[in-house]
């Protein structure tokens, strides 16, 4: 465990460090900087990925996406007090800064026309213009260098401030990581997954009481299993590792060292 220089605890599972701030907190604090949600398949890249884990390290605040985080973080000693996933973040966020002007949100990401449904509903909902922008670029984009330098020259002809980056794990990490500094009117990035699609109502959220039950994944695997039942499969891998950190045999990776 350790303190932050601003006074909140962060306590470290496996290779990452994951802040102890409730949604109040975080949204009280969040005005600069980028946040993760960790999760498990993250975990899983975490230990494999060199610049994935980079990204993390440069995070400024890391969340508990998932319940069996929540959960593994109690067993091994290091309780927090919350999760708090980013399909629950982004809503919460729009909703606090609904009336807040220094706070225009754009979305980056899902399929084509998703995150510009997504902006509308959630204008709609909020009865006010909180997302500026919307754009859902090709799968390949990130290795696209002219569809990059389009990408980051409509963010920043948005006005935007904020920048929500849909595009999956371990993707959205590291182009946040990388690109942030091209875009200096954003003071907040946001790595969060499929919650575009949920805030458009593309893709079906599961059930609150399947959320609160750690049963989201199944929920998933049954609507979407193509997309997730390999992911799931492979995460596996994460009790392992906590039966190694709970024991204090855990080894973090060494990306510096050869193979």
């Known amino acids: 465990m350790c303190v932050t220089a601003h006074g909140w605890k962060r306590v470290r599972l496996l290779n990452v460090w994951v802040d102890d701030l409730t949604m109040d907190e975080l949204l009280g604090r969040f005005d600069s ?40 973080l109690g067993w091994v000693g290091r309780r927090i007090r919350q999760r708090v996933s980013g399909s629950d973040l982004v809503p919460a966020f729009c909703h606090h800064h609904r009336d807040n002007s220094a706070i225009k949100v754009f979305l980056l990401g899902a399929g084509p026309g998703i995150a510009q449904r997504a ?38 002809a948005s006005t935007a401030t904020v920048l929500v980056v849909g595009l999956g794990a371990p993707k959205q990490e590291i182009w946040i990581d990388r690109h942030r500094a091209k875009m200096p009117g954003i003071k907040i990035f946001m790595g969060v997954g ?66």
């Open 33 to 72: 900087g980028a946040v993760f949600t960790l999760n498990l398949d993250h975990l899983y890249h975490l230990q494999r990925n060199a610049a994935f884990a980079k990204a993390y390290r440069n995070a400024e605040f890391v969340t508990a996406d998932s319940k069996y985080i929540y959960w593994s």
């Open 119 to 156: 902006r509308e509903r959630i204008n709609a909902r909020e009865g006010t213009e909180v997302v500026v922008g919307a754009y859902s670029p090709s799968m390949s984009f990130v290795d696209d260098e002219a569809e990059l330098a389009e990408v980051v020259r409509i963010v920043n």
């Open 194 to 259: 499929a919650t575009i699609d949920y805030e458009a109502d593309a893709v079906a959220r599961a059930p609150l009481w399947m959320r609160n039950s750690g049963l989201e994944w199944a929920h998933r695997v049954l609507t979407q299993p193509r997309r997730y039942w390999r992911r799931y499969l492979r995460d596996l891998e994460f009790f392992w590792l906590l039966l190694l950190d709970r024991c204090r045999l855990y080894k973090a990776p060494d990306f510096e060292r050869p193979g």
